[in-house]
């Protein structure tokens, strides 16, 4: 059974960044998916951002509203997924969750964690 532990959330104000981090008791390179998703108050949980690895390539997805200000990341050596925040918006406030896909087709799920922007 695979447990993701995020972490990295916050209270910033507008413009201010944040990393969240998501580590895994697996070897996140056996993943071929790893991703956040994020769940606002009183919205559906929504795709953030996507690392899809590919027999010898991956490739790498973003939702409209992050392009150019959110990175995802991974650490294989510290089996560790990262999402870097910046110029952060009140709108991004939300619960992050991290989500990685075995090649099993197996998806498992962090518990999630707050980030709040002050405007």
């Known amino acids: 059974q695979v447990q993701l532990v995020e972490s990295g959330g916050g209270v910033v104000q507008a413009g201010e960044s944040l990393r969240l981090s998501c580590a895994a008791s697996?070897?996140?390179?056996?993943?071929?998916?790893l991703g956040w998703y994020r769940q606002g108050p009183g919205r559906e949980r929504d795709f953030v951002a996507i690392?899809?690895?590919?027999?010898?390539?991956?490739?790498?997805d973003y939702a409209d509203a992050v392009k150019g200000r959110f990175t995802i990341s991974i650490d294989n050596a510290k089996n560790t997924l990262y999402l870097q925040m910046t110029s952060l918006k009140p709108e991004d406030t939300a619960v992050y969750y991290c989500?990685?896909?075995?090649?099993?087709?197996?998806?498992?799920w962090g518990q999630g964690t707050q980030v709040t922007v002050s405007s």
């Open positions: 690392i899809t690895r590919y027999t010898y390539e991956q490739s790498t």
């Open positions: 697996g070897t996140i390179s056996t993943f071929d998916q």
């Open positions: 989500r990685v896909r075995d090649r099993n087709r197996r998806v498992y």
